[in-house]
């Protein structure tokens, strides 16, 4: 038989009231906390969104380098495999910046001629510049040849069958240059391609080196022991 134990019963009693009166004192955040919970958030998002921003128009220019790199071996590959010289050309006449292409040559061109796909020469890639986002934060390329500035409508990167590279000489605007070989490549030092953006009130860039025996190496433009810099690396970028 089961006994019934009074102590018991008034024990659990006394929890249940106790938990019912725990459950009666619970309650809401007030107007207040609300208001200063969304104000704590509102300040948090206000120092992450433009952080937010210049990690991603970082990794955007950093993809681009990348993607530069891969046009230039393709471009270098392209010239050993076919035993053919290749030229990248500007796709404009103002600006490295509106990207280029690459051109297989039908034959040995001495100079900057046009790629002509009517006479044999072939487009084997290209070289887009996607952000070009109108504004501070657009991206800029420049190339340069030891301290000359490469123009795109004067000269042209050039790779040999035999994997060199250097530049071609369309108006005759690289004299003090050495010339290489009959495909007359203008050897004055490594080919550098500079791409850059604003990021913020400062620049950050990437600088690809190309050597004359055409090995090509990445990296990042340092200004006073930062990545970012004051003054821009790219007279035509944004």
Same mark, same amino acid.
């Given at each position: ?21 725990? =459950? ?15 104000? &704590? ?44 010289? &290749?030229? $990248? ?15 297989? =040559? ?17 487009? &084997?890639?290209?070289?887009? $510049? ?66 850059? =953006? ?8 990437? =600088? ?31």
């Amino acid at each position: 038989m089961t006994y019934l134990n009074k102590t018991s019963l008034r024990d659990t009693g006394c929890r249940s009231r106790s938990v019912s009166q725990s =459950r009666l004192k619970q309650r809401g955040f007030t107007l207040l906390e609300m208001m200063i919970a969304i104000g &704590v958030a509102g300040i948090l998002m206000m120092i992450a969104i433009p952080n937010m921003r210049d990690w991603k128009l970082e990794q955007d220019l950093g993809s681009k380098a990348e993607s530069l790199i891969s046009s230039l071996e393709l471009a270098r590959m392209t010239a050993m495999q076919r035993n053919k010289v &290749v030229d $990248i050309q500007s796709s404009s006449t103002s600006s490295w910046s509106d990207g280029f292409f690459i051109c297989a =040559r039908s034959g040995f061109t001495a100079n900057a001629t046009n790629c002509n796909t009517s006479s044999g020469d072939e487009i &084997v890639g290209q070289y887009d $510049i996607e952000y070009r986002d109108s504004g501070s934060s657009s991206i800029g390329l420049v190339i340069d040849v030891g301290e000359t500035r490469i123009q795109p409508n004067q000269n042209h990167v050039r790779f040999l069958p035999n994997g060199m590279s250097g530049v071609t000489d369309k108006e005759n605007s690289l004299t003090s240059f050495a010339k290489f070989g009959a495909a007359n490549i203008n050897v004055g030092g490594d080919v550098k391609f500079t791409i850059c =953006r604003r990021i913020g009130s400062s620049y950050e860039a990437f =600088r690809i080196t190309m050597r004359t025996s055409g090995d090509i190496q990445k990296e990042l433009v340092k200004d006073g022991g930062t990545h970012k810099l004051q003054n821009n690396p790219c007279t035509n970028a944004g």
